[in-house]
């Protein structure tokens, strides 16, 4: 499997360095929140809040901030704006159909931000629905093998229950169906496997290839947009 989840698959390598951030607090608080309002406020029995707080621990985010996320997900927080996610669809130069995943308490400037983005880089943004039938929802784990066996670490992933693994240097990718996930994952740390990051994203059903230029242009996309406290994750068919 390929494929690019810009938080899932980019952030946990910034790690601490990337929580010094400003904006990196407020993108993972309303994950969490996000999750909380969709499922409630136990991690024990909302399986993406459980996630949601493991991310906001990896980037070493207060308890009393995770703490508040949640409250107001659940509406303990009283006259906390809404956050509701939405997800944007675009068109990027070398037809790279991208999925921009949100969180936002004000629709309208998000898509300003959006489209002040979008402008400069020939980005065009499309209707809802237009190319979401092109990717499909999987659970992904990943794994830092660096001093560690990492064909050991593939077969503890296979025997665990993935259906799919993938290697990018030293990071082990690990591919699950999304009800299987928290299963997977659980599994692999009852065998003293060290989980990097989890969580459920759009996998491209067919990848396309760019060229260099195109690819550093792309990046520099991403960079500019990951840059928007609203943005949470993006994907895309690469």
Do not use: C
Request: proline letters at 3%; a negative charge; charged letters at 30%.
């Amino acid at each position: 499997m390929s494929g690019h989840s810009h938080w899932a698959g980019i952030k946990h390598k910034k790690g601490v360095a990337d929580a010094k951030r400003a904006g990196v607090f407020t993108k993972v608080a309303r994950i969490v929140t996000l999750a909380a309002k969709e499922g409630g406020g136990n991690p024990d029995t909302n399986f993406k809040l459980r996630l949601a707080i493991n991310q906001a621990r990896s980037v070493n985010m207060p308890k009393d901030n995770i703490d508040r996320a949640v409250k107001r997900g659940t509406g303990e927080l009283k006259d906390a704006a809404q956050i509701e996610e939405v997800v944007y669809e675009a068109m990027a130069p070398g037809n790279i159909a991208m999925l921009v995943k949100t969180a936002t308490d004000n629709k309208n400037r998000t898509v300003s931000e959006l489209k002040a983005i979008f402008n400069k880089t020939n980005v065009k943004m499309v209707p809802a629905g237009s190319f979401k039938h092109l990717f499909k929802l999987v659970g992904i784990i990943y794994i830092d093998t660096t001093d560690k066996d990492a064909d050991e670490l593939e077969m503890a992933a296979i025997d665990a229950g993935a259906i799919d693994t993938i290697f990018q240097g030293e990071l082990l990718q690990i591919y699950t169906d999304p009800k299987e996930l928290m299963k997977v994952k659980n599994t692999l740390e009852k065998n003293g496997v060290e989980i990097d990051n989890a969580s459920i994203i759009f996998h491209p059903l067919d990848p396309i290839e760019i060229d260099s230029h195109t690819k550093t242009d792309y990046e520099n996309l991403l960079e500019k947009l990951d840059e928007l406290d609203d943005v949470q994750e993006i994907y895309d068919n690469l």
